[in-house]
């Protein structure tokens, strides 16, 4: 499709703009930040893994370069190398060839400079809420009253100072992905890496956490790269998306999200989002590869014989 053309859509006469349109706001914010240098930068990077007898190439040739203070989601389908890609950039893995530049320096494992957010739950269970929030901050060498201070400061920005003293398993699942946020953050990341952090919770629950998630990020100086597999939340929250294609994992395209921010919920029914979310779905489906996370669309299930029952009244 020619920027500037008009999809038409399943719904019958409406159409919906292209998704490469900015809005000018949108325009203006993405100029100011293609302006900040990038904190985080993926050069050139391979990876490929080797097994008995054979290897699979998880990324060929990526390259990408994440703004300072820039949101980015990345998605695309099952075995695409998201979880590869992220891993490599929190030091968890090595890449083959190629480097990761934190602040154009090349980084080899972990370090405090990257905070890492998982999909499961991983607080401490030992510690209570507060004493897990001070880890990190103790860990970087700062005493133990200075760590409870700002330990406490960061429950009050996620709102759950009136939990300091309870345990994880006293929390509901949202409320455990507060604290690790909190946690992560609390030991001062240049960027924060999300790894479906939130794909463990009931929809209402995650919708909120996309929003506190928005609302500190907007106080604070942090960078975010956020793998999902829900195209929404990836719309919903990025600046810019980034498609990785499988077989081998490949860059496919760099989306820029034509919402305004402060992002609100009415947005996900606007034409900008449904554009957006229309060209994600067609590029994915694309690849050719079932998603074994997506709904299943016409399941046919196999019912033994004797199972079977009508609702025609006897
Ligand atoms: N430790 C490993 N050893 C061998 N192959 C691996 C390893 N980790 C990942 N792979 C392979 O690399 C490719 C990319 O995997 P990866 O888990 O990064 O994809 P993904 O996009 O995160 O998938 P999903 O969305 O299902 O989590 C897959 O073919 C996978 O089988």
Same mark, same amino acid.
């Given at each position: 499709m020619e920027k500037g053309e008009w999809l038409m859509t399943d719904k019958a006469e409406h159409t919906l703009p292209d998704? *490469?349109?900015?809005?000018p706001d949108v325009a203006e914010r993405m100029a100011q930040i293609k302006k900040r240098d990038y904190v985080l930068k993926i050069d050139h990077v391979t990876k490929e893994f080797v097994q008995k007898r054979s290897r699979v190439k998880a990324l060929d040739d990526i390259e990408f370069g994440v703004h300072r203070r820039e949101l980015v989601c990345v998605v695309g389908p099952s075995g695409c190398g998201k979880s590869t890609l992220i891993r490599i950039l929190a030091g968890l893995e090595d890449p083959t060839s190629g480097h990761i530049l934190m602040d154009g320096k090349s980084v080899h494992g972990p370090g405090a400079d990257r905070g890492m957010v998982f %999909?499961?739950?991983?607080?401490?269970?030992?510690?209570d809420v507060c004493q897990n929030v001070m880890f990190g901050i103790e860990m970087a060498g700062v005493s133990r009253l200075e760590a409870q201070r700002q330990a406490l400061q960061w429950l009050q920005m996620i709102g759950l100072e009136q939990f &300091?003293? &309870?345990?994880?398993?006293?929390?509901s699942g949202g409320m455990q992905q507060r604290v690790a946020i909190a946690r992560a953050l609390a030991a001062s990341p240049r960027v924060l890496l999300m790894d479906e952090s939130f794909s463990a919770l009931d929809a209402q629950t995650r919708t909120k956490m996309q929003n506190y998630l928005m609302e500190i990020w907007r106080k604070i100086d942090i960078t975010i790269v956020f793998i999902t597999h829900d195209l929404d939340e990836a719309i919903y929250l990025a600046d810019r998306i980034l498609v990785l294609k499988p077989n081998?994992?490949?860059?496919e395209e760099v989306i820029e999200v034509p919402l305004s921010r402060p *992002? *609100? &919920?009415? %947005?996900?029914?606007s034409d900008e989002f449904l554009a957006t979310k229309a060209h994600l779905e067609e590029l994915i489906r694309s690849f050719?590869?079932?998603?074994?996370n997506a709904e299943d669309e016409d399941v046919k299930i196999d019912l033994p014989l004797l199972t079977l029952v009508t609702d025609k009244v006897e």
């Open positions: 998704y *490469r349109d900015l809005p %999909q499961k739950y991983t607080l401490f269970p030992w510690l &300091a003293k &309870a345990y994880p398993h006293q929390l081998p994992g490949r860059v *992002r *609100r &919920a009415e %947005q996900m029914t050719g590869v079932p998603d074994e």
